[in-house]
Protein backbone atom coordinates (compact mmCIF):
# COMPACT_ATOMS: atom_id res chain seq x y z
CA UNK A 1 0.00 0.00 0.00
CA UNK A 2 1.13 3.34 -0.55
CA UNK A 3 2.35 5.81 2.47
CA UNK A 4 3.25 9.61 2.66
CA UNK A 5 6.29 11.23 4.53
CA UNK A 6 6.22 15.01 4.89
CA UNK A 7 9.17 15.62 7.01
CA UNK A 8 8.48 19.11 7.78
CA UNK A 9 6.18 19.48 11.45
CA UNK A 10 6.24 23.37 11.70
CA UNK A 11 7.73 25.47 9.87
CA UNK A 12 7.90 29.17 10.45
CA UNK A 13 8.66 31.85 7.77
CA UNK A 14 8.56 35.48 7.46
CA UNK A 15 6.94 36.72 4.94
CA UNK A 16 8.31 37.23 1.56
CA UNK A 17 10.84 34.17 2.48
CA UNK A 18 10.29 31.34 -0.18
CA UNK A 19 8.98 28.17 0.92
CA UNK A 20 9.56 24.23 0.13
CA UNK A 21 7.89 21.76 1.88
CA UNK A 22 8.82 18.15 1.35
CA UNK A 23 6.74 14.89 0.25
CA UNK A 24 7.77 11.64 -0.71
CA UNK A 25 5.65 8.86 -0.97
CA UNK A 26 6.15 5.07 -1.02
CA UNK A 27 4.38 2.78 -3.76
CA UNK A 28 5.77 0.96 -6.65
CA UNK A 29 3.76 2.01 -9.42
CA UNK A 30 1.81 5.05 -10.91
CA UNK A 31 0.42 7.21 -8.57
CA UNK A 32 -1.80 10.61 -8.41
CA UNK A 33 -0.24 13.10 -6.10
CA UNK A 34 -1.94 15.98 -3.84
CA UNK A 35 -1.28 19.03 -2.07
CA UNK A 36 -4.06 20.12 0.42
CA UNK A 37 -4.64 22.84 2.52
CA UNK A 38 -6.43 23.22 5.76
CA UNK A 39 -6.88 27.20 7.26
CA UNK A 40 -7.68 27.59 10.26
CA UNK A 41 -10.93 26.35 11.13
CA UNK A 42 -11.68 25.47 7.84
CA UNK A 43 -12.34 22.42 5.59
CA UNK A 44 -9.34 20.80 3.53
CA UNK A 45 -8.95 22.65 -0.09
CA UNK A 46 -7.63 21.18 -2.91
CA UNK A 47 -4.02 23.05 -3.44
CA UNK A 48 -2.66 21.35 -6.90
CA UNK A 49 -2.67 17.92 -8.08
CA UNK A 50 -0.10 15.56 -10.63
CA UNK A 51 -1.71 13.35 -13.04
CA UNK A 52 0.50 13.07 -15.38
CA UNK A 53 2.29 15.48 -17.95
CA UNK A 54 4.58 18.15 -17.37
CA UNK A 55 6.16 16.97 -13.57
CA UNK A 56 5.55 20.50 -12.52
CA UNK A 57 2.52 21.25 -11.62
CA UNK A 58 0.72 25.27 -10.95
CA UNK A 59 -2.07 25.59 -8.26
CA UNK A 60 -3.81 28.02 -6.93
CA UNK A 61 -2.47 31.52 -4.68
CA UNK A 62 0.67 31.12 -6.75
CA UNK A 63 1.87 27.70 -5.25
CA UNK A 64 3.88 24.94 -7.62
CA UNK A 65 4.95 21.16 -6.82
CA UNK A 66 7.15 19.37 -8.52
CA UNK A 67 7.21 15.46 -9.15
CA UNK A 68 10.93 13.81 -9.67
CA UNK A 69 9.45 10.41 -10.29
CA UNK A 70 13.74 9.25 -9.39
CA UNK A 71 13.20 10.26 -6.01
CA UNK A 72 9.67 9.41 -5.56
CA UNK A 73 9.16 13.23 -4.42
CA UNK A 74 6.32 15.63 -4.68
CA UNK A 75 7.79 18.97 -3.10
CA UNK A 76 5.51 22.31 -2.48
CA UNK A 77 7.00 25.63 -3.10
CA UNK A 78 6.24 28.83 -3.04
CA UNK A 79 8.55 31.96 -3.95
CA UNK A 80 6.82 34.58 -1.43
CA UNK A 81 4.73 33.55 1.09
CA UNK A 82 2.14 36.04 2.73
CA UNK A 83 0.90 36.51 6.27
CA UNK A 84 -2.19 34.18 4.56
CA UNK A 85 -0.56 31.30 3.41
CA UNK A 86 -0.53 30.57 7.52
CA UNK A 87 -1.91 26.59 7.41
CA UNK A 88 -1.52 23.19 7.71
CA UNK A 89 -0.20 21.66 4.30
CA UNK A 90 -1.26 17.99 3.59
CA UNK A 91 0.60 15.77 0.72
CA UNK A 92 -1.44 12.82 -0.28
CA UNK A 93 -1.40 10.38 -3.07
CA UNK A 94 -3.43 7.97 -4.79
CA UNK A 95 -3.07 4.81 -6.48
CA UNK A 96 -5.01 4.80 -10.37
CA UNK A 97 -6.85 1.83 -9.25
CA UNK A 98 -8.06 2.91 -5.68
CA UNK A 99 -9.30 6.55 -4.76
CA UNK A 100 -8.42 6.02 -1.44
CA UNK A 101 -6.36 8.91 -0.09
CA UNK A 102 -3.16 8.06 1.67
CA UNK A 103 -2.10 11.39 3.25
CA UNK A 104 0.86 13.03 4.89
CA UNK A 105 1.05 13.70 8.95
CA UNK A 106 0.61 17.11 7.73
CA UNK A 107 3.19 20.53 8.07
CA UNK A 108 2.36 23.63 9.72
CA UNK A 109 3.44 26.36 8.29
CA UNK A 110 3.12 29.95 10.63
CA UNK A 111 4.24 32.89 8.23
CA UNK A 112 5.04 36.16 10.72
CA UNK A 113 4.02 39.34 9.21
CA UNK B 1 -21.94 24.90 -5.66
CA UNK B 2 -22.70 24.08 -1.75
CA UNK B 3 -20.51 21.98 -0.33
CA UNK B 4 -20.09 18.97 1.94
CA UNK B 5 -22.42 19.01 4.69
CA UNK B 6 -21.82 17.98 8.35
CA UNK B 7 -23.10 17.94 11.85
CA UNK B 8 -22.60 18.02 14.56
CA UNK B 9 -19.34 20.44 14.27
CA UNK B 10 -18.43 20.10 18.00
CA UNK B 11 -19.09 17.22 20.46
CA UNK B 12 -18.29 16.45 23.82
CA UNK B 13 -18.89 12.66 25.45
CA UNK B 14 -18.37 10.64 27.87
CA UNK B 15 -16.42 7.55 27.69
CA UNK B 16 -18.79 4.66 26.71
CA UNK B 17 -21.23 6.80 25.68
CA UNK B 18 -22.28 7.01 22.17
CA UNK B 19 -22.46 9.69 19.11
CA UNK B 20 -23.21 10.39 15.65
CA UNK B 21 -22.66 12.31 12.97
CA UNK B 22 -24.33 13.36 9.87
CA UNK B 23 -23.28 14.40 5.87
CA UNK B 24 -24.50 15.74 2.82
CA UNK B 25 -22.38 15.09 0.50
CA UNK B 26 -22.50 17.40 -2.82
CA UNK B 27 -25.48 17.04 -5.06
CA UNK B 28 -25.11 14.66 -7.46
CA UNK B 29 -21.80 13.15 -6.04
CA UNK B 30 -22.28 9.00 -6.20
CA UNK B 31 -18.98 8.16 -3.72
CA UNK B 32 -18.47 9.51 -0.04
CA UNK B 33 -15.96 8.97 2.32
CA UNK B 34 -15.46 9.17 5.82
CA UNK B 35 -12.02 10.08 7.42
CA UNK B 36 -10.74 10.29 10.69
CA UNK B 37 -8.03 12.53 11.88
CA UNK B 38 -6.56 12.66 14.93
CA UNK B 39 -4.38 15.38 16.23
CA UNK B 40 -1.15 15.91 14.48
CA UNK B 41 -1.78 13.32 12.14
CA UNK B 42 -3.35 13.41 8.73
CA UNK B 43 -6.97 11.61 7.20
CA UNK B 44 -6.84 8.05 7.40
CA UNK B 45 -9.74 6.86 5.41
CA UNK B 46 -12.41 5.09 7.72
CA UNK B 47 -15.22 4.08 4.69
CA UNK B 48 -16.10 4.47 1.27
CA UNK B 49 -19.44 4.66 -0.23
CA UNK B 50 -20.16 4.15 -3.95
CA UNK B 51 -24.03 5.07 -3.97
CA UNK B 52 -25.48 2.95 -0.88
CA UNK B 53 -23.05 0.41 -1.00
CA UNK B 54 -19.68 -0.13 0.41
CA UNK B 55 -16.82 -0.18 -1.35
CA UNK B 56 -14.41 -0.17 1.71
CA UNK B 57 -14.87 -0.61 4.98
CA UNK B 58 -10.99 -2.48 5.85
CA UNK B 59 -10.27 0.76 8.49
CA UNK B 60 -13.58 0.94 9.99
CA UNK B 61 -12.91 -0.82 14.08
CA UNK B 62 -16.39 -2.47 13.01
CA UNK B 63 -16.89 -3.71 17.06
CA UNK B 64 -17.44 0.07 17.87
CA UNK B 65 -18.00 2.19 14.66
CA UNK B 66 -20.74 1.90 12.19
CA UNK B 67 -21.70 3.91 9.03
CA UNK B 68 -24.67 3.88 6.34
CA UNK B 69 -26.07 5.72 3.35
CA UNK B 70 -29.41 4.27 2.87
CA UNK B 71 -30.61 6.10 -0.15
CA UNK B 72 -27.25 7.08 -1.65
CA UNK B 73 -27.05 10.44 -0.57
CA UNK B 74 -26.72 11.11 3.34
CA UNK B 75 -25.13 9.16 5.33
CA UNK B 76 -24.53 8.71 9.37
CA UNK B 77 -21.64 7.37 11.06
CA UNK B 78 -21.91 6.01 14.50
CA UNK B 79 -19.57 5.47 17.29
CA UNK B 80 -20.87 2.92 20.36
CA UNK B 81 -19.44 2.85 22.39
CA UNK B 82 -16.44 5.38 22.52
CA UNK B 83 -13.18 5.32 23.65
CA UNK B 84 -11.05 8.12 24.83
CA UNK B 85 -8.84 7.03 21.37
CA UNK B 86 -11.41 8.24 19.44
CA UNK B 87 -11.02 12.03 20.31
CA UNK B 88 -10.60 13.28 16.74
CA UNK B 89 -11.99 15.12 14.05
CA UNK B 90 -14.58 12.80 11.42
CA UNK B 91 -14.12 14.39 7.98
CA UNK B 92 -17.07 13.33 5.34
CA UNK B 93 -15.82 14.23 1.84
CA UNK B 94 -18.00 13.50 -1.80
CA UNK B 95 -16.76 12.87 -5.15
CA UNK B 96 -18.28 12.44 -8.46
CA UNK B 97 -17.46 8.39 -8.69
CA UNK B 98 -14.83 6.50 -7.32
CA UNK B 99 -12.61 6.94 -10.45
CA UNK B 100 -9.46 8.24 -10.48
CA UNK B 101 -9.23 10.44 -13.22
CA UNK B 102 -8.26 14.14 -12.83
CA UNK B 103 -11.57 15.57 -13.13
CA UNK B 104 -12.40 13.38 -10.24
CA UNK B 105 -11.80 15.86 -7.00
CA UNK B 106 -12.61 14.51 -3.79
CA UNK B 107 -14.01 17.78 -1.61
CA UNK B 108 -14.36 17.98 2.32
CA UNK B 109 -16.94 18.89 4.85
CA UNK B 110 -15.43 21.15 7.26
CA UNK B 111 -15.72 18.12 10.31
CA UNK B 112 -17.18 17.16 12.97
CA UNK B 113 -14.81 17.65 15.82
CA UNK B 114 -15.24 14.84 18.72
CA UNK B 115 -14.00 15.08 22.20
CA UNK B 116 -14.43 11.97 24.18
CA UNK B 117 -13.56 12.57 27.94
Known amino acids: AQSVSQHNHHVILSEAASLELGCNYS??????LFWYVQYPGQHLQLLLK??????LVKGIKGFEAEFIKSKFSFNLRKPSVQWSDTAEYFC???????????FGAGTRLTVKP | EAGVAQSPRYKIIEKRQSVAFWCNPI?????LYWYQQILGQGPKLLIQ????????DSQLPKDRFSAERLKGVDSTLKIQPAKLEDSAVYLC???????????????FGEGSWLTVV
Open chain 1, 92 to 102: AVNAPDNNDMR
Open chain 1, 50 to 55: YFSGDP
Open chain 2, 49 to 56: FQNNGVVD
Open chain 2, 27 to 31: SGHAT
Open chain 1, 27 to 32: YGGTVN
Open chain 2, 93 to 107: ASSLDMGTYSGNTIY
